[in-house]
């Protein structure tokens, strides 16, 4: 018997499984899929999660069953490509594996910025996301949300946010001097223009160095903010980056 072992279910995860049960895998071969949650979650739906538009059991969608495919669900603590082998927290029997498939996918960027981790939601864990959620929307009216970082995460966390709760203060943190800097003119004057319209204040050349319990200090200014969602890049799973294989710059194997 092959073992093949998946470990993360998220959209690779669960792209390469498709394939691989749409291609007949031979009898010979069992995959297993582990994953902390017992279902696949959509990770594109995480800003409505944040900002309690969508219910939870929407972004849940229950794994595929077949007879050559099991789940164990559990976090991953360590990936062992010596010894071929997955170690779960509080499991003391490692799983084995003859072929590994890696979709653990990625995890906010704090760019070594002081605090920013500890003080601060994030929106890339299903689990992160409801927190974030139940912060946000335990605001009391007109408390102030920031959101740092104005790439795609950050423009849908703060409109959806904007629409579930137009009594609160938002402010969009933006690198540069446009939101949205990797899309064309006409998309990032629409988005800010949209922003004006809806009274979400950007503060474009930021620069977030610090961040401590309800407030952040940007281009040395302390701001003040009840809630700070941050959404200023991702990095791989540290599971991946922990690999003894070569990384492009992006840290990626
Ligand atoms: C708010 C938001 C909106 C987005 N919108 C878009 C969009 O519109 N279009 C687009 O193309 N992309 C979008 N993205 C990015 C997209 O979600 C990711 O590119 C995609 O999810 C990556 O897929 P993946 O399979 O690599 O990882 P994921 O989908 O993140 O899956 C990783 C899986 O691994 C599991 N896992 C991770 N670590 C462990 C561990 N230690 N133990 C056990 N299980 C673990 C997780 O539970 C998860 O199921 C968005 C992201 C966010 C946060």
Same mark, same amino acid.
């Given at each position: 018997?092959?073992?093949? !072992?998946?470990?993360?279910?998220? %959209?690779?995860?669960?792209?390469? &499984?498709?394939?691989? $049960?749409?291609?007949?895998?031979?009898?010979?071969?069992?995959?297993? !899929?582990?994953?902390? /949650?017992?279902?696949?979650? $959509?990770?594109?739906?995480?800003?409505? #999660?944040?900002?309690?538009?969508?219910?939870?059991?929407?972004?849940?969608?229950?794994?595929? @069953?077949?007879?050559? !495919?099991? %789940?164990?669900?559990?976090?991953?603590?360590?990936?062992?490509?010596?010894?071929?082998?997955?170690? @779960?927290? +509080? /499991?003391?029997?490692?799983?084995? %594996?003859?072929?590994? $498939?890696? =979709?653990? =996918?990625?995890?906010? *960027?704090?760019? +070594? #910025?002081?605090?920013?981790?500890?003080?601060?939601?994030?929106?890339?864990?299903?689990?992160?996301?409801?927190?974030?959620?139940?912060?946000? *929307?335990?605001?009391?009216? %007109?408390?102030?949300?920031?959101?740092?970082?104005?790439? $795609?995460? +950050?423009?849908?966390?703060?409109?959806? #946010?904007?629409?579930?709760?137009?009594? &609160?203060?938002?402010? @969009?943190?933006?690198?540069?001097?446009?939101?949205?800097?990797?899309?064309?003119?006409? !998309?990032?004057?629409?988005?800010?223009?949209?922003?004006?319209?809806?009274?979400?204040? #950007? &503060?474009?050349?930021?620069?977030?160095?610090?961040?401590?319990? =309800?407030?952040?200090?940007?281009?040395?200014? +302390?701001?003040?903010?009840?809630?700070?969602?941050?959404?200023?890049?991702?990095?791989? *799973?540290?599971?991946?980056?922990?690999?003894?294989?070569?990384?492009?710059?992006?840290?990626?194997?």
């Amino acid at each position: 018997m092959k073992r093949v !072992v998946l470990i993360g279910g998220g %959209y690779g995860g669960m792209n390469a &499984l498709h394939q691989l $049960l749409d291609n007949n895998i031979p009898k010979d071969v069992q995959i297993t !899929v582990i994953d902390r /949650n017992p279902y696949h979650s $959509l990770k594109t739906e995480f800003y409505a #999660i944040t900002a309690g538009t969508k219910a939870d059991k929407e972004v849940r969608i229950d794994f595929p @069953l077949h007879e050559q !495919v099991s %789940y164990i669900f559990g976090e991953i603590i360590e990936i062992n490509t010596d010894r071929e082998l997955i170690r @779960l927290k +509080g /499991n003391e029997i490692a799983v084995e %594996y003859d072929y590994l $498939l890696i =979709g653990l =996918g990625c995890e906010d *960027n704090y760019h +070594g #910025i002081q605090g920013a981790m500890e003080y601060t939601e994030s929106v890339q864990s299903i689990s992160s996301a409801r927190k974030a959620s139940i912060k946000v *929307n335990n605001l009391s009216a %007109y408390s102030q949300v920031s959101v740092v970082g104005a790439g $795609l995460s +950050g423009i849908e966390v703060a409109s959806e #946010i904007r629409e579930s709760r137009p009594d &609160l203060n938002i402010r @969009l943190l933006d690198r540069g001097a446009t939101v949205l800097s990797a899309f064309d003119e006409k !998309v990032q004057s629409y988005v800010e223009e949209w922003f004006r319209k809806n009274q979400v204040e #950007i &503060l474009h050349h930021s620069n977030v160095e610090l961040v401590a319990e =309800g407030i952040f200090y940007n281009n040395g200014e +302390g701001i003040e903010s009840d809630v700070i969602i941050w959404t200023a890049g991702v990095r791989p *799973n540290y599971l991946v980056r922990s690999l003894p294989f070569e990384k492009d710059r992006h840290e990626k194997s």
